[in-house]
């Protein structure tokens, strides 16, 4: 059990409300890459249709490989996110998934630990420096996370 198993559902989505920004990590079930399962995602756009980059435990062999996507890579370090990740890890910022919000928000209230909390400012400024030097995404992809980003950080 966890406290917030404690609140009403008003309360949870309070809770979930203001924490549902960019900056902010949740886990999710992604059924929409290779290897089902829960994954840590980072929210980078708030929308009905929200944008959030993968975190990997590692960085994969294909971007590993390739210098171009592996600097855009982001370490979060786990002792500078103590209760948000379990060891450090890896904000892939070279491809944006889309994501109802609607589904994040009902399976954050089923089981309030998927909210993990939010990355520190120093890591935020990092995931939007990747993205200003990421190749693979569009331009139209990158300038709503770029502004979004910022905002992030203005507000911190």
């Excluded at 989505?13 to 995602?41: C, E, N, R, V, W």
């Excluded at 590692?58 to 379990?86: F, K, L, T, Y």
């Excluded at 944006?96 to 939010?118: A, Q």
Aim: proline fraction near 2%; charged fraction near 25%.
């Amino acid at each position: 059990m966890v406290f917030a198993d404690f609140l009403t559902y008003e309360e949870r989505l309070a809770m979930f409300t203001a924490s549902f920004h960019a900056g902010g990590i949740f886990i999710i079930y992604a059924d929409f890459i290779h290897d089902h399962k829960d994954k840590y995602f980072l929210l980078v756009i708030e929308a009905e249709v929200s944008t959030f980059f993968i975190i990997n435990s590692e960085i994969p062999r294909i971007i590993a490989r390739n210098q171009r996507w592996n600097d855009c890579q982001v370490m979060i370090e786990e002792s500078e996110h103590r209760g948000i990740v379990e060891h450090s890890c890896y904000i892939d910022c070279t491809e944006p998934f889309l994501i109802k919000t609607s589904l994040i928000r009902k399976k954050t209230l089923d089981d309030m630990r998927r909210l993990r909390g939010n990355l520190n400012k120093a890591t935020l400024e990092r995931v939007k420096v990747s993205v200003e030097k990421d190749i693979r995404m569009s331009f139209s992809q990158k300038m709503p996370i770029l502004q979004s980003l910022k905002a992030a950080l203005s507000n911190q």
